[in-house]
T-cell receptor, first 113, second 113 residues
Framework: DQQVKQNSPSLSVQEGRISILNCDYT??????FLWYKKYPAEGPTFLIS?????DKNEDGRFTVFLNKSAKHLSLHIVPSQPGDSAVYFC????????????FGKGTKLSVKP | NAGVMQNPRHLVRRRGQEARLRCSPM?????VYWYRQLPEEGLKFMVY????????ESGMPKERFSAEFPKEGPSILRIQQVVRGDSAAYFC???????????FGSGTRLTVV
């Protein structure tokens, strides 16, 4: 039973355009959400997060949107750059989970020059 | 200011052997988490440790797997009598405090032959 779902295994975007990565969750107890970026043969790198008390968080080219009623979040990257090509993981946690993150399966983003 | 150090990066074991994976957290970090990533899957939480204590091992298989984080030295994830299904990437992460924004190491890729 997957609690965090990333339904698109891959996404291809032209350089300079917007990349939108989606994530759905089922557990209404989740109150903190994170996006990680992962290059091959490396560990995941923290990108951006959002608390459930917000519906948007922005950091440079990266914006995360949270729709609690739909149990859906998305990561927007604009403008996309070839260096953004990586696997992006959505993760969620709940207060009291003591740091146990539930990860989605990831979406592989390819940004073409 | 080294990040989370994991070794070895690659480990090959024959079925029935023992695998020992090491993780040195970032300086000052006393919280360590182990995750496993099977091929084509997201990261799955295994265990959360603080110095000399296992806080949450709910994601760890009941048999053959153990973890420790001694007062001195790295955290160790130990897999006894490895089987082919143990082949995966094992990631360690550390944090100053629980949960949020912890830092991952580059992982150990275990191959059981």
């Amino acid at each position: 039973d997957q609690q965090v779902k990333q339904n698109s295994p891959s996404l291809s975007v032209q350089e300079g355009r917007i990349s939108i990565l989606n994530c759905d969750y089922t557990n209404s107890m989740f109150d903190y959400f994170l996006w990680y970026k992962k290059y091959p043969a490396e560990g995941p790198t923290f990108l951006i997060s959002i608390s459930s008390i917000k519906d948007k968080n922005e950091d440079g080219r990266f914006t995360v949107f949270l729709n609690k009623s739909a149990k859906h979040l998305s990561l927007h990257i604009v403008p996309s750059q070839p260096g953004d090509s990586a696997v992006y993981f959505c993760a969620a946690s709940s207060t009291g989970s003591q740091g146990n993150l539930i990860f989605g399966k990831g979406t592989k983003l390819s940004v073409k020059p | 200011n080294a990040g989370v150090m994991q070794n070895p990066r690659h480990l090959v074991r024959r079925r029935g052997q023992e695998a020992r994976l090491r993780c040195s957290p970032m300086k000052g970090h006393s919280h360590v988490y182990w995750y496993r990533q099977l091929p084509e899957e997201g990261l799955k939480f295994m265990v959360y440790l603080q110095k000399e204590n296992i806080i949450d091992e709910s994601g760890m298989p009941k048999e053959r797997f153990s973890a420790e984080f001694p007062k001195e030295g790295p955290s160790i994830l130990r897999i006894q009598q490895v089987v082919r299904g143990d082949s995966a990437a094992y990631f360690c992460a550390s944090s100053l405090d629980t949960a949020l924004g912890y830092t991952f190491g580059s992982g150990t890729r275990l191959t059981v032959v």
